[in-house]
């Protein structure tokens, strides 16, 4: 979730040293309560008008710049190769499932070869 603009976040901590109470104050500005208390105890504790930085949320990729130019440059040779075999290929501790998320973000997809002949009798 994004944070409030930081003007609103000004009007707010003006009305408040203006004498106006948490709940005017959240009715004025459409804003919850709880975001006005927030805002003004970020102040008095810390001195501070602006916003937390976000913080970024999940792990760290797996794979990082050079190990993904790695893996198409791999693709690429061998467009036949599993993803085992890529996996291999790179001699990174990581799962398959990591390989098929990079290709999947590289958009990178892999043909296999056909193993045997198509059936005369069914569909391929």
Do not use: N
């Not at 709880?34 to 792990?59: D, I, M, T, Y």
């Amino acid at each position: 979730m994004e944070a409030y603009p930081s003007k609103l976040r000004e009007l707010a901590l003006d009305a408040a040293e203006q004498g106006l109470a948490t709940k005017q104050i959240a009715e004025r500005f459409r804003v919850s309560p709880s975001w006005v208390r927030r805002v003004k105890q970020r102040l008095r504790e810390h001195g501070l008008r602006v916003a937390r930085s976000q913080a970024k949320r999940g792990p760290d990729p797996a794979l990082d710049a050079a190990d993904r130019r790695r893996l198409a440059a791999a693709a690429a040779r061998t467009p036949d190769a599993t993803l085992a075999e890529l996996r291999r290929d790179l001699a990174l501790p990581v799962s398959v499932s990591t390989i098929a998320r990079a290709l999947a973000a590289l958009r990178l997809t892999f043909k296999k070869s056909p193993s045997t002949p198509p059936s005369r009798t069914a569909r391929t």
